[in-house]
């Protein structure tokens, strides 16, 4: 069918060129047959004044011959006139005569001579006039017979390529005649079988209705008694559906939003720098605060610039939260991105930060224009930087206000149509430009008013550094948001396509609520997938099983002798600890006894030392008081004898008293130890018991958990046994009406194609017909 259309396209677009051809063909044949007679009317001219120019030079001839005999006849008269001369001076008589007569002749003579040298001009003047009108016509006529010519060439030329080409023509389109007819024929048969073929396909397409409506009553009576309601029908119940998870997406997000933080990063260091050099340069310039009292303005202006960390810092930490809300598992679109709302605050209290420094941060520029120190270009910079600080302002409030749109789905998603939301991330991307465009301007103005206080006469090498150092956080500023600017706008067909999950029809976005419902659906479906993925437990053989079962009852008989080795052990373990905590009273008493011992030396050491400087104390001399302190500072380290001593005589003194209160100390902390024991083991049993009730009831919670688990999942598993029916009897609903479309729409086709084939094979009978008789013809 495509060949025979494709053929009838070819022979009406042959047969349009023939057509074109043959209609040229006619138009050259009439331009050709106009010239041939032009041609011709013009070689009659050409001989017609070829004869005039005949005779006009024979005439010319004539005339030169005539005024040749006239040019003689002169000559002969004048020689006559000379001899008549000549004799008149021999005889005056017969002069007088021969003059009278000469004159006469004389007279003639001049009369003809006269007449004939103006007829010789006259004719001169025809015969040059003619001469030059034969020229010109002659160039003329051969500047045209040449045009001619060469046109003629053309027009035969054409009339060569044409006949070769309707030659061919004429070949190719008896080729495709050929063919056509072998087609003509070939569709003839296929039409036949296609008419068998719509006949058996009427004959199914009765059948399949019969069985389709049979199918069909039994489906809609399924669906009216088991089916409770339809949940496609109701956009409410359709934003509870999962979406289909896209984990490239969710990368490509991540990844987007691990970019955004590095630059918002580096925006929020670049704005800490700025923002703490400009309270240094306030603090310095055009008063320096160190040698002279600043103005209340700039106090205050200093002052709330240092409170910038407080409102920069949220910025980095916001978007550090929405970088961490988006990971691989999740479905991250504007109902879901609830962190944009906490990075939408921090941004509105830094535009908050930003609204009350700028009123101080004028007046700051004002007033060092009015100080004596400011010049005129300095006070254009100032200006310039006036109004630049305003247009800064007037850009972050745009972009808040974009950002608190895109905030809005995941708070209040009918504050806005989704459609909308294209249009809401254009313009964040041009005012991200704005923004660096502000910032460009700024470092400009802000390098030219550096160089110009640079050149001031008071300006200090603290000036001109915290100078650079603003102008470098100028230019880190510039940078940031340049490739913030050029990654949003790069990525803003992928912002604008994750927009929401719903279906692509809605203009409304989901409510937070049931996109909240969607994610916990998500990950209950993510562990119940995980869950069947976990391979099976090997099951256990029945003889294994039985054995198990007999070392089960026989390790529940000797349940009480279990019981007596825990109680064995338990009273074991309660004389170990009273061991302990005996060893640990021991070792807490020795070393009382030892910083006893080393406070009892320390302080007999210092007795000894204040006696013998007593003794020495009456020595006149300042220098032997010095060497006697030294001898008794050098004795004591050095005599053993004397600790020794002074030990014994302390111990000897204070031994009762020491081994009295050790007894009342060993005594009070043994009865201790045996009340604490006491009360350990009855914490013991007590613990036990409550050990042993918690199981209980922790294994009856397992066991209700359990039960409730396995109910919940006979539960979905019935909701999705329900779901799956009604989908399966949509889906062949559909599918039915599909295929008697389907059905439908081939049989017209087919009827539509018989058609077709039929006026081709008529058009092509015809167009043979026609091409037959041109042939006879030609």
């Known amino acids: 069918m495509a060949a025979a259309a494709e053929l009838q396209a070819k022979y009406q677009k042959l047969a349009q060129e023939y057509s074109k051809l043959r209609a040229q063909n006619q138009v050259l044949k009439k331009g050709v047959v106009d010239e041939q007679a032009n041609s011709a009317s013009l070689k009659e001219q050409l001989k017609m004044k070829d004869q005039s120019l005949r005779k006009m030079q024979q005439e010319m001839d004539s005339l030169t011959f005539r005024n040749q005999q006239l040019a003689k006849r002169v000559e002969l008269l004048q020689d006559e006139l000379a001899l008549s001369e000549a004799r008149g001076k021999k005889s005056k008589k017969s002069a007088e005569s021969s003059s009278q007569l000469s004159q006469e002749q004389k007279s003639v003579f001049n009369e003809d001579l006269q007449k004939k040298i103006e007829e010789n001009e006259r004719l001169h003047i025809l015969f040059f006039e003619a001469d030059e009108q034969h020229k010109r016509l002659e160039a003329e006529l051969r500047t045209r017979l040449e045009v001619l010519e060469m046109d003629a060439a053309q027009h035969q030329a054409v009339v060569d390529s044409l006949t070769r080409k309707y030659t061919d023509t004429i070949e190719k389109l008896q080729n495709d005649k050929a063919k056509l007819e072998i087609k003509s024929q070939t569709l003839e048969r296929e039409a036949k079988d296609c008419r068998l073929r719509t006949e058996e396909c009427q004959q199914q397409l009765k059948n399949l209705q019969a069985a389709l409506g049979s199918r069909l009553e039994e489906s809609l009576c399924i669906i009216n008694e088991k089916v409770p309601f339809n949940d496609t029908r109701s956009n409410q119940y359709n934003a509870l559906n999962v979406p289909l998870h896209n984990r490239r997406c969710q990368l490509k997000l991540r990844d987007l939003a691990g970019q955004a933080l590095a630059f918002v990063q580096e925006l929020v ?5 700025f923002h703490t050099y400009t309270e240094q340069k306030v ?33 980095e930490e916001g978007m550090l939260h929405v970088f961490e ?5 999740t479905v991250t679109v504007l109902e879901t991105a609830v962190k944009l709302k906490a990075f939408s605050e921090h941004l509105a209290s830094y535009l908050g930060f930003l609204r009350k420094i700028l009123p101080y941060q004028l007046k700051s520029l004002e007033e060092e224009c ?17 109004r630049d600080m305003k247009r800064l302002t007037a850009v972050f409030e745009k972009l808040h206000t974009y950002v608190s749109l895109l905030a809005l789905p995941s708070t209040k998603p009918k504050g806005l149509l989704r459609t909308n939301y294209n249009l809401v991330f254009t313009n964040i991307a041009t005012s991200l430009h704005g923004f660096h465009d502000i910032l460009k301007d700024i470092s400009k103005h802000y390098s030219q008013k550096s160089t110009l206080e640079q ?12 100078n650079d150092c603003i102008l470098s956080s100028l230019v880190a500023l510039t940078n940031g948001a340049g490739k913030i600017a050029s990654f949003f706008s790069n990525n803003l067909d992928h912002f604008t396509t994750s927009l929401s999950y719903g279906s692509k029809g809605e203009a409304e976005f989901i409510s937070p609520l049931s996109a909240e419902c969607m994610l916990q659906y998500k990950k209950k479906a993510v562990a119940y997938m995980k869950s069947l993925r976990k391979p099976c437990a090997d099951s256990v053989p029945y003889e294994e099983a039985l054995a198990n079962r007999r070392v089960l009852l026989s390790s529940t008989e000797s349940r009480e002798g279990l019981a007596q080795q825990v109680q064995q052990s338990l009273e074991k373990i ?4 009273q061991e302990k905590e005996h060893w640990m009273l021991e070792a807490q008493l020795a070393k009382i006894k030892l910083e006893k011992e080393n406070q009892r030396l320390k302080n007999s050491l210092s007795g000894h030392l204040t006696e013998n400087i007593q003794e020495h104390s009456a020595l006149p001399n300042a220098a032997e008081r010095k060497e006697n302190a030294e001898r008794s500072l050098r004795e004591p380290m050095k005599s ?3 600790i020794g001593m002074l030990t014994v005589t302390t111990d000897n003194e204070k031994v009762p008293d020491v081994e009295s209160r050790e007894d009342l100390i060993k005594t009070h902390y043994m009865a201790r130890i045996a009340e604490l ?4 083991q009855l914490a013991d049993s007590k613990s036990v018991h409550f050990h042993a009730e918690c199981r209980a009831l922790a294994k009856r919670l397992s066991l209700a958990e359990k039960s409730k688990e396995s109910l919940a999942e006979e539960l979905k598993l019935a909701s999705q046994n329900i779901s799956r029916l009604q989908d399966e009897l949509m889906t062949t609903k559909r599918s039915y009406e599909d295929q008697l479309s389907m059905m439908s729409d081939h049989l017209c086709s087919m009827n539509e194609t018989l058609t077709k084939q039929r006026e081709e094979i008529d058009t092509l009978k015809m167009a043979s017909k026609g091409n037959s008789k041109k042939n006879k013809n030609r």
């Open 455 to 466: 050149d001031l006469p008071t300006a200090t090498q603290k000036l001109i550094t915290t």
């Open 640 to 642: 053993t004898s004397l």
């Open 283 to 315: 603090q310095i310039f055009p008063i320096d605060s160190a040698t002279d009292t600043i103005s209340p303005l700039n106090q205050k202006f200093s002052q709330y610039l240092h409170e910038n960390a407080s409102y920069v810092r949220p910025l």
């Open 325 to 329: 809300s988006i990971t691989e598992d």
């Open 574 to 577: 309660a004389k170990l600890e």
């Open 370 to 386: 009015e100080s004596s120190l400011c010049t005129a270009a300095l006070r254009a910079r100032n200006m310039e930087l006036h």
């Open 677 to 680: 024991t006491s009360h350990l």
């Open 269 to 273: 260091t670049a704005l800490l720098n």
